[in-house]
């Protein structure tokens, strides 16, 4: 069982820059693929971003290339999500999981560890 808290979210003005932090009990970290999701209320929760268990293939959404980066530091079992640009649109509850495959792509059904989520909010 991988046990992931999520850390490091708040709120910030628009334009600003925010970095998620995942933290996973898990010693078998490393064989993971990590992914972030993000949900609003009322709607279906959207990949933000994925990482391959080595490190060496990286997924985005549509809506945060080129502003959001994810990256990983398996000495430290933690996955990270730095935001950048930050827009209002950003704003929603923001999960951490874990993808036992180790290929972090961006269908949520693949990852089977997931975490409480940390609340992101952008003002305008």
């Known amino acids: 069982q991988v046990q992931l808290v999520e850390s490091g979210g708040g709120l910030v003005q628009a334009g600003g820059s925010l970095r998620l932090s995942c933290a996973a009990s898990e010693r078998t970290f490393s064989t993971y693929g990590m992914g972030w999701f993000r949900q609003t209320p009322g709607k279906e929760r959207e990949f933000v971003a994925g990482?391959?268990?080595?490190?060496?293939?990286?997924y985005y959404g549509d809506s945060v290339k080129g502003r959001f980066t994810i990256s990983r530091d398996n000495a430290k079992n933690t996955v990270y999500l730095q935001m950048n640009s930050l827009k209002p649109e950003d704003t929603a509850v923001y999960f951490c999981?874990?993808?036992?495959?180790?290929?972090?792509?961006?269908?949520?059904?693949?990852?089977?560890?997931w975490g409480q989520g940390t609340q992101v909010t952008v003002s305008s």
């Open positions: 990482l391959s268990f080595h490190g060496g293939r990286r």
């Open positions: 999981a874990a993808d036992p495959q180790g290929v972090g792509g961006g269908t949520a059904r693949n990852y089977e560890y």
